[in-house]
């Protein structure tokens, strides 16, 4: 899984999409990241650990939805 998201993230950024493809990528797999350490989770994407805060925001927006009962469809 996460050398997927990695590949993606760094696809992504060639079209100055890196942060959208983080987040929804967080968003896809949050289930599998839940307990994930958010640094680590930077370090075993090869994004740097400034990341650390998004990848927090999109989990708890992921909690939220949950909570709410909001499902991504895909």
Known sequence: MFEE???EIHKAAAEDQKVAMLH???LKNARQLANTDAKEFCGLVGIPE???TEFRK???LFRLMEQLGVRLVG
Do not use: E, K, P, S
């Open 58 to 60: 999109m989990l708890g």
């Open 50 to 52: 400034t990341y650390a």
């Open 24 to 26: 929804f990528q967080v």
């Open 5 to 7: 998201i990695r590949n």
